[in-house]
């Protein structure tokens, strides 16, 4: 065992470096560090700049333009990625459908789509939630029905994040109710310009539009769309939800949060001292820096196992749980920390302004951020799903 | 001892929970909070003339209550409905400042519902610290930078406070003047605030003002009047807390998930279970903070103290779990939820927060 | 509402003190401050020190010698009695045994057993609990056939809390398999000094002999020891886990654990100063501190409501479950304290002895208390039981 | 950066984990704690033969390791049999402050196990601060009292830290002696402990001793063998938490209540799974320690206050949630977890504790 970067992991972080000194806009990561929400310019603006570099898709095949980067370059990307406040790239497309069609999809399906991503020509979006059924995926009623050669696609998503963005939207759909509720559901790309798509916005409790209602209405989706085999929706889904799971702890996010928690701890004043000298403020981040630093750990362990980079099946669920419970903290201590400035809010704070902030701290999003990421405990599997997962795995029961 | 609300406050009770749940809809409150002002001047005239303001002052004063007990009744219900007009700042905190000072005139105006006050005394630096005041006055003329001024461009009179002797973070030395709406050299940067209402930046720049109660003691108006609306924070926050585990049971039972009611799986039930002993705990906390609101000041303060320690986290266990055991819904801004939990966290930032009173407490605790 | 004491109360509290400071024992409370355990005759001394006073069974009617004390009294006179250190009156006669009697007894069975309890002729103890049968208390295997005039009871009973001193045990017993498990179960008084029953010691974790396995072989009961009707016994049991709950909070407990941490906090050093000036330590005290008054507030008001003084059923459960947690944290925090002297152990620290303590804080069985007290949120309706049960209630599911 | 173990150590740790398993089982163990010595001579030779101690120790010191990791994977493994045997303090801690104070021939006699040894530094005020010495010496002379030193009836010769200079509490003016078995002026009162072994209450008066390594300097000794007795004690208290946790799994599955395995109710699946999530946790802040105890002081000091402060909270959920998912068999002397439950509790008491440890982190990470 060794701790300790190696000199070809040192150079490598300093190549890392040089790139986001050069290339990385400062107003761009100065909106990231405030959290003041990037418009879509900003985050294509930012894909086109990693593509350019050949580090947009770090986990695909190289044939497709991957980095093969091992696990430790990875996290060496990524922990730079956060310190220099680089906005994270959008996941839909690079990390989520882009394994499946590597995996799953035809050759045809792989040379279309995957160089549209690369070139921004697409806007990805997932179509996987629907209303009522939350964590119980495999009770969808989206339906779509082979008619020629194209499906009739009816029915419902929600959640859909970024979906006013997106061009794209990959689906599950049930294509058969006579089977078992697993059996009959397909994975389809849908065109979102195709007459009976409709995108309603819901307003999250921050007030941030960031989620949507998708509804289709007879929409004419070609079969040449489907993924893999008809019917076979549900293992394509399981296979990105327990495999493509990289940067799931978020260790670097965390530790920008920290860091941020601490600069403004160390000029908000109490009792006449800076906040970080209280000893019970000093006690919370404390602690969370400690777990912190043990999860960063664990998090290289789980990842450095895995040939591919990304977490397996139960361990995610522990990187999952624990991750989030960690972002949450800082999020709280971060309210905290800016006392009574916390209470100030106008939704242009978190979706990009140029009025100046009331407060001395420049850090008015912080009880909307804290709001805002009540979320990563319950989107993307919950909580309580993840460790149902890790108990049944573990104790095989 | 004795546990029973008396006639009266039972009464009262009764009275606002059936106004503000026949009135004050989720649809009324979002319209309210998306308009220009953030309040209704007709619900605060109707919720004046049902008493709410009257029964904070006693019968010296010119109300019917006025007493611990009398805040906390009023403030749970508010906080129930999550009601977002200014009633603890515009009326209980700075009436309890005119009325100690003794102008009976304003308050007997503050109770008719026909004066709206704010208090500008938190300054940029002094974060939960009641002592620390900076912004200055030399005769009347007041100089200085006041910070998040709750319902500031409401107000037709601003309580500004201001050292007129001693050092930064004294007692001694600091005084209430009354600045009227519209006075010169006064500017504010107002916005909206998360948990719903307004506030301000406020600047005094040679502002005149007049002399509250006497020169250089305002600090115990100050504090009488800040212990007094710590108790109506506590009973407010605890009122949305009640809401929030209602809506909580309601959806755990209502909502079903592989086949039965998510409320039946162990592991939420047994969350469950511990959001509801923590509400026992809450409403314990209150009923201590405004049983000794007029106690001695060490009796007085310990239970303050250890209320809103309690609230801080009482409140962040259940509307955080309120949320989590809602999943997506709960994050909508549309479902009532949104504005109870925000009402609830947000609470944890006025008069101190969890480890502010903490420090407080250990301070008594020790003497 | 009033929280402070009327005069009438406050009259009463000093009936109380002025009883304690003539009639307890000073070397008695000192073993009770200290935790060094009871014999049988310090435990029999007290229960006759009551009894002469006429304050041995406050909860009883008062034909059998029950005070008749309201459910604040009841609260002064737990309060006092801890603050004291008298020891507590063993409850398995007194307050379990009892309740049944008068409830569901005979009026000779009344008439026979209550004065035999409160002169101390029996020493009672509880045969609920069956090997792997744990808070699943209906599936007991126990069996009482009957023959003739007498019951033949066959089986075994554990967790038998000082069934070492008892004569007289009630049990839960099979009088019918053939039906629902709940159903065929009778309540039946059973002499321990009849040939056939076995008391074998358990040894707890801390070293201690509290708790026994106690084994039936063809031991024969007469018939006029079955209480109520045959096959009603699950009824008794639970109107008894149900009804009978004084001071089931522990509030008394908490108030002297807390003033011992305090004790030792005050004169243990750390860092040169005393560790009640730690700030972290002091964080720990008082937040638990502040639990503790709410607790105690909620105890009261839940009690104040019930005409018989004890806490009704979710209200019990609540109490049971953060009445458990604030005594096991203090316990917590009192090994703490103490900082390397938590380490010696000798079973005679906990079992009486004259040796001095090798430690400067007179606490040497504290972190023995503190394992000693996990069986707090164990025995007696697991935490887990009590919270399926306010879940269910509450939510009515 | 790489987390692999090196073939060496991977096989040290097959070697004592096969050892511990056959012949450390729960009756041997139950029968040295009953022993009056509270420990076995056999044992001790045997592990030491294994290479247990000379794992301790660097090549050059006579070993074959030395390294964190080396003391990682020892205590380990040590730590999930709950060996009660003191290699920590006895081989460790004062083998570690021979080795660095030169005293070769001493660390031979350890490593081949014939050599017992006590260090007596903490004193029954000083609690867990290591600067506090109030003992003394006036040339070779000793006096003083000497609070819970583990192995003192046992070791054949124990280390005593005196002060020759200075005021108590300072650094400089250390002095750590060796004192010899049956040395005159030496009186114990020796105790069992808690988690197995002995101790003892040392008193000095006029005893002789000889000086190890220089005058005054003692505390870096002191301070450099803690860093890796710390060390040593959690990786010793995160193999009692593998104990614990594996346990505890095979109990929630093999035990049934109203019909199923315990384990299948989804409140205690998922306190289960948080407690697996910690045990990750806590396998990465000793893996830190561990990795870091070569690094400076900083650096390691950071990451063993880290490790030592999560070990504490870890330990405590996973010592307390293992007992109550077990019920009333957990509370039994005789059932395994007893002794493992309480050897994980007694380690927060040792090196320091949690809040110890976070005070020190805390201003580590601010400097």
């Not at chain 1, 603006?45 to 430790?72: I, K, M, R």
């Not at chain 1, 006690?283 to 990842?303: G, H, K, P, S, Y």
């Amino acid at each position: 065992m060794d701790l300790n970067y190696t000199d070809e992991e040192l150079a490598f972080r300093d190549e890392v470096r040089a790139f986001f000194d050069e290339k990385l806009d400062k107003d761009l990561a100065n909106k990231v560090r405030l959290g003041t929400g990037l418009s879509k310019d900003d985050m294509e603006g930012w894909h086109a700049t990693l593509n350019a570099q050949g580090w947009l898709v770090p986990n695909w095949p190289a044939e497709f333009g991957g980095t093969e980067w091992n696990a430790v370059q990875r996290h060496i990307f990524d922990e730079e990625s956060a310190r220099y406040h680089a906005p994270r790239t959008v996941p839909f497309g690079f990390s989520m459908l882009a394994p499946v069609l590597h995996k799953f999809g035809s050759r045809e399906q792989n040379d279309y789509w995957l160089p549209r991503m690369l070139d921004g020509t697409d806007w990805w979006c997932q179509g996987y939630s629907e209303p009522g059924a939350g964590s119980d995926l495999a009770s969808l009623k989206t339906k779509a029905v082979r008619e020629g050669d194209h499906y009739i696609v009816n029915g419902q998503k929600t959640w859909t994040t970024l979906g006013q963005h997106a061009n794209m939207i990959f689906c599950l759909v049930r294509t058969d109710s006579t089977v078992k509720q697993q059996e009959g559901i397909s994975f389809l790309l849908i065109d979102m310009d195709t007459p009976g798509v409709e995108v309603r916005p819901i307003i999250l409790l921050d007030g941030t539009h960031e989620v949507n209602e998708v509804w289709f209405t007879d929409v004419k989706v070609p079969v040449e769309n489907l993924v893999g085999e008809e019917n076979k929706g549900w293992t394509y889904a399981k296979y990105l939800l327990t495999h493509e799971r990289t940067n799931i702890a978020g260790v670097g996010y965390s530790q920008a949060g920290i860091a941020t928690v601490k600069r403004i701890a160390k000029s908000e004043m109490s009792g006449g001292k800076p906040l970080m000298q209280n000893p019970h403020f000093a006690a919370r981040v404390a602690q969370v820096e400690i777990d912190l630093m043990a999860m960063a750990t664990t998090n290289l362990r789980i990842i450095s196992r895995a040939a591919d980079g990304a977490a397996p099946g139960i361990e995610a669920s522990m990187l999952k749980v624990k991750g989030t419970i960690i972002r949450q903290e800082i999020n709280d201590l971060a309210r905290r920390a800016v006392g009574v400035y916390a209470m100030p809010f106008a939704s242009e704070m978190v979706e990009g302004s140029n009025e100046p902030l009331p407060d001395p701290h420049d850090a008015g999003p912080l009880a909307a951020h804290y709001f805002n990421n009540r979320k990563l405990s319950i989107f993307g599997g919950s909580n309580e799903i993840q460790r149902g997962i890790i108990a049944k795995v573990s104790m095989g029961g | 001892m004795n546990f029973e609300l008396t006639e009266e406050r039972q009464m009262l009770q009764d009275t606002l929970r059936r106004f503000l749940s026949d009135r004050y809809t989720t649809e009324t409150r979002n319209k309210i909070l998306d308009s220009e002002s953030g309040m209704s001047a007709e619900i605060w005239e109707q919720l004046a003339e049902l008493g709410v303001i009257g029964a904070l002052f006693t019968e010296d004063q010119g109300g019917f209550g006025g007493m611990g007990f009398d805040i906390a009744v009023v403030f749970e219900e508010l906080g129930r409905a999550g009601v977002v007009e200014p009633f603890l700042d515009g009326a209980l905190l700075c009436g309890r400042i005119l009325a100690e000072a003794g102008d009976t005139d304003r308050v007997e105006e503050i109770i008719g519902g026909g004066l709206q006050l704010a208090l500008a005394h938190g300054e940029p630096t002094s974060r939960y610290d009641l002592n620390r005041v900076q912004t200055t006055a030399k005769g009347n003329v007041i100089n200085g930078r006041k910070a998040v001024v709750m319902n500031a461009e409401a107000a037709d009179v601003m309580i500004v406070s201001s050292r007129t002797s001693g050092e930064v973070g004294e007692k001694d030395g600091i005084t209430l003047f009354a600045v009227e709406k519209g006075a010169k050299g006064v500017t504010m940067q107002g916005y909206p605030l998360m948990s719903g209402g307004r506030a301000a930046e406020v600047t005094l720049d040679d502002v005149e003002g007049t002399v509250i109660g006497e020169e250089g003691k305002g600090y115990a108006l100050l504090e009488s009047a800040n212990a007094a609306a710590t108790v109506a924070q506590c009973a407010e926050t605890l009122g949305a807390m009640h809401t929030a585990a209602n809506l909580t049971k309601e959806y755990l039972m209502t909502r079903k998930q592989f086949g039965r009611p998510i409320g039946t799986f162990q592991a939420l039930a047994h969350r469950m279970s511990d959001l509801l002993i923590e509400m026992e705990q809450a409403t314990s906390a209150v009923t201590r903070a405004a049983g000794y609101l007029e106690a001695d000041a060490k009796m007085r303060d310990m239970n303050i103290h250890a209320a809103k320690n309690l609230m801080g986290r009482a409140g962040r266990l259940v509307s955080e779990e309120a949320i989590q055991m809602h999943g997506g819904i709960a994050m909508t801004q549309e479902y009532e939820l949104a504005h109870i939990a925000k009402r609830i966290t947000m609470s944890d930032h006025r008069f101190g927060d969890t480890d502010h009173h903490l420090e407080k407490f250990i301070a008594l605790s020790a003497a």
